[in-house]
């Protein structure tokens, strides 16, 4: 059997398969497809082909079938669809006809908010679309890979609707200890105030209002989703917007969205320090974001301004790819064919597999030969290696970026036949989760995390071109 894991959020589902664990393309070449929805002639249009028509047919569009996930008779009488489980199902069927390919059964990492009438219902869609779901994972705790012992760990997520903060308790296990949902904080609300402040400056430096016609307002949206992907490394861009032969343009600025957010983004910072408040916990703390809130032009600014935090941004789809990670392990010892929900996990690292090209030597006769950083390998020497914030002097070292990372965090040598790290830190040098004291002999395979950061080092070796 093939695992596949789907991620799911209102805001844009998302599967991962394969091996390595990849994302897969689920609404044409899209990785992501929204929960939206328009009734047209033959049945309905749903993701992404729904958004494209979103603003042209305003009064159509349905996106809160997600959000709403129950069997109440619509509002809005439709001959194709009578509630918002109906609607969720023809959506559902589109991404499982795009991925089926790749897998034969699904895990679902669900938003904290679902409750045993939401899983019932995917179940009930996934026997008529003949899914094979064999489970549910909290999505926090899907999403979450690196430890942070010393940290009060909380997850931060946005949806079309609702923003979730979730304490994750880290322990042999890894439990939601509590959450808070806020539908005031949304991210359809936050588009529409962009939109607006962006044709209040179309109106000031043209005369031309995007949003009079439905079709200039479907554009403004759209563009508005390439400004954001531009707004990540620069921060203006050029915004332009047709009307029949008419063209016009302004010089969109970040600071603009990020001025237009303050509020929603202070209200945020206040259900944050009111959750540390309330679990009384005063030292330090991991922020986890997911791609989705990450992305908010400006939040992780303004999140790095609280006292000692440090951001820690998942990459997208990491609840999709983190229940094929440790499914295995989850369901273990679970006979017999009923769909379990998981909302804690074991949060023990396992151990480092050593590579299929050396399982016939043992872990003491293997040397390691660098330290793996990123997609960068480092030689191991008698010399020092240095790592920490700071650029090392003699340019040998591994400069790492973190709040919880000192300017010399801890430095790794060879002598003689091991490898030793020396810890020099504040937050402390973490190996396979157990903190350093002074100095520590490193075996092949073990991973290194520096303080509270989701930066980790792993001891590697690189095989000579000859060795089989």
């Known amino acids: 059997m093939t695992l596949l894991g789907l991620e799911l959020s209102d805001a844009g589902i998302l599967v991962a398969g394969e091996k390595p ?7 044409g070449q899209n990785p992501e497809s929204p929960g939206f929805a328009i009734p047209d002639k033959k049945g309905l249009l749903v993701g992404n082909s729904a958004v494209n028509r979103a603003h042209l047919f305003p009064l159509q569009v349905i996106n809160r079938f997600w959000d709403r996930l129950n069997t109440e008779p619509l509002k809005q009488k439709n001959r194709h669809v009578q509630n918002h489980a109906e609607i969720a199902c023809a959506h559902l069927s589109h991404i499982w006809e795009k991925v089926k390919i790749h897998g034969d059964e699904m895990i679902v990492a669900v938003p904290d908010y679902y409750g045993r009438e939401q899983l019932g219902l995917i179940l009930g869609m996934a026997q008529e679309l003949t899914i094979p779901v064999k489970g549910f994972v909290s999505l ?29 308790h880290q322990g042999e296990h890894l439990t939601r200890e509590n959450s808070v949902t806020v539908q005031e904080i949304n991210l359809e609300q936050l588009y529409r105030v962009w939109v607006e402040s962006i044709s209040e400056e179309f109106v000031r430096s043209t005369r031309f209002d995007p949003l009079h016609q439905a079709a200039t307002e479907q554009a403004l949206y759209d563009r508005l989703s390439d400004a954001l992907e531009i707004f990540k490394r620069q921060p203006s861009c050029l915004f332009e917007i047709s009307n029949g032969t008419d063209s016009y343009h302004i010089t969109l600025l970040l600071d603009l969205l990020k001025q237009k957010s303050e509020a929603v983004y202070d209200d945020i910072c206040r259900l944050i320090l009111k959750m540390r408040d309330e679990h009384g916990k005063n030292g330090f703390m991991v ?10 032009p400006g ?11 440090e ?13 094929l990670r440790f499914w295995r392990q989850l369901a273990d010892g679970k006979a017999g064919h009923d769909a379990s ?3 804690s996990r074991p949060w023990q690292k396992a151990e480092t597999e050593i590579p299929p090209t050396i399982s016939n030597k043992t ?32 340019g040998k070292g591994i400069h790492v970026k973190g709040q919880s990372v000192s300017k010399k965090h801890c430095t790794v040598q060879r002598e003689a036949d091991r490898v030793v790290l020396t810890d020099y830190s504040d937050q402390g040098t973490f190996v ?25 080092i792993r001891l590697i070796v690189c095989m000579e071109t000859d060795e089989t």
Request: proline share 6%; net charge negative; with cysteine.
């Open 311 to 323: 951001i820690m941004e998942l990459e997208p789809g990491a609840g999709a790819q983190g229940v």
């Open 287 to 296: 922020l986890q974001l997911t791609h989705r809130i990450a992305s908010l």
């Open 299 to 309: 939040l992780k600014d303004r999140l790095s301004e609280i006292d000692h935090c």
């Open 341 to 343: 929900f998981f909302t």
């Open 432 to 456: 396979d989760d157990r903190r350093v004291d002074g100095s520590i002999t490193l075996d092949l395979g073990r991973i290194v995390r520096l303080g509270a950061s989701g930066e980790t």
């Open 21 to 27: 664990a990849r994302l897969l393309a689920v609404d």
């Open 140 to 168: 926090p705790i899907a999403a979450s890979f690196t430890p942070c012992p010393d940290a009060m760990l909380l997850h931060l997520d946005i949806h079309l609707h609702r923003f979730e903060i979730v304490y994750l």
């Open 363 to 394: 872990p003491g006769q293997i040397q390691a030969t660098h330290l793996l950083y990123g997609d960068v390998a480092y030689p191991l020497s008698e010399k020092p290696l240095f790592i920490g914030r700071d650029r090392c002097p003699t």
